[in-house]
């Protein structure tokens, strides 16, 4: 039963680094999609794949990039990281209706 | 701009007391509301939902209720527990349009 799995829970990087959140689900959903928490804020969509080979950008895209690389699995990638994008990502999935099942979340901080 | 809206950052309520989370959106395209709830350290996890054709969805202690014409909906816990402490989001969605959009969230603290 591990539904929407992503890795790392913790994280610290220095402005300028990259890195890539894992993520993998067990639901044989479809879609998939990051979210981002911040104070005041709620969750805010960054890029999402409605299906196995295709993604798109959501609300807050700026500074990331997505892979899907088969139908389990959504990577988000930073290439250049910002003190802006510390934050907590969440991962999430969801097949037939619109109810959302989301990750843990992993915690970056980018100093 | 965002399209859901939580105005009440916060709710302190008593155990076996009533919490009411209120929630407001803009876009009249909504048709599927969904409330999720958040324990620190964890992610989202579905409470319960509703859609435009109802008034009214009850789940236990939950029910939920939608104005379509206010463009409101609401959460109540009866009777309210401890372990009903932890954020509250709202979410809508349009039926041609998987993507959910989140309201800013209500941090529910039930005392003893």
């Known amino acids: 039963n591990a539904g929407v799995t992503q890795t790392p829970k913790f994280q610290v990087l220095k402005t300028g680094q990259s890195m890539t959140l894992q993520c993998a689900q067990d639901?044989?959903?479809?879609?998939m999609y990051w979210y981002r928490q911040d104070p005041g804020m709620g969750l805010r969509l960054i890029y999402y794949?409605?299906?196995?080979?295709?993604?798109d950008k959501g609300e807050v895209p700026n500074g990331y990039n997505v892979s899907r690389l088969n139908k389990r699995e959504f990577s988000l990638r930073l290439e250049s990281a910002a003190p802006s994008q510390t934050s907590v990502y969440f991962c999430?999935?969801?097949?037939?209706?619109?109810?959302?099942?989301f990750g843990e979340g992993s915690w970056l901080t980018v100093v | 701009d965002q399209q859901v809206k939580q105005n009440s950052p916060s709710l302190s309520v008593q155990e076996g007391r009533i919490s009411i989370l209120n929630c407001d959106y803009t876009?009249?395209?909504?048709?599927?509301f969904l409330w999720y709830k958040k324990y620190p350290a964890e992610g989202p996890t579905f409470l319960i939902s509703?859609?435009?054709?109802?008034d009214k969805n009850e789940d236990g202690r939950f029910t939920v209720f939608l104005n379509k014409s206010a463009k409101h909906l609401s959460l109540h816990i009866v009777p309210s527990q401890p372990g009903d402490s932890a954020v509250y989001f709202c979410?809508?969605?349009?039926?041609?349009?998987?993507?959910?959009?989140f309201g800013a969230g209500t941090t529910v603290t039930v005392r003893a």
């Open positions: 999430a999935s969801t097949g037939l209706g619109n109810t959302i099942y």
């Open positions: 639901m044989n959903h479809n879609s």
């Open positions: 794949s409605a299906s196995e080979g295709t993604t």
């Open positions: 876009n009249s395209m909504f048709d599927y």
């Open positions: 509703i859609s435009s054709i109802k």
């Open positions: 979410a809508a969605s349009a039926s041609n349009d998987y993507k959910l959009s």
